[in-house]
Nanobody, 115 residues
């Protein structure tokens, strides 16, 4: 079955950087659209960034210019480079994959940004 395993979360000071990774297995990674979502306590889960199978990217306005999504198809891994982190970026970050109507989520990784 499909598995998505996130890593790289942690505690960082405002202005700092983190790189999240999501390792996928049980799927043909290269043909899936991969995304990162985040969910802060008491809030809905929101889309952060998406990268298509062709490498096209899309970002939430709140992270444009600070976050970069990328993928390594040979490693079946998607990354989220997060720079200039702000306290409002604090959330659980989830990896998501989509192929037509078939979707899967990772278990999430906590990112905490202190002020």
């Amino acid at each position: 079955q499909v598995q998505l395993v996130e890593s790289g979360g942690g505690l960082v000071q405002a202005g700092g950087s983190l790189r999240l990774s999501c390792a996928a297995s049980g799927l043909i990674f290269s043909i899936n659209t991969m995304s990162w979502y985040r969910q802060a306590p008491g809030k809905q889960r929101d889309l952060v960034a998406t990268i298509t199978s062709g490498g096209g990217t899309n970002y939430a306005d709140s992270v444009k210019g600070r976050f970069t999504i990328s993928r390594d198809n040979a490693k079946a891994t998607v990354y989220l480079q997060m720079n200039s982190l702000k306290p409002e970026d604090t959330a659980v970050y989830y990896c998501h994959r989509l192929l037509r109507r078939d979707a899967s989520w990772g278990q999430g990784t906590q990112v905490t940004v202190s002020s």
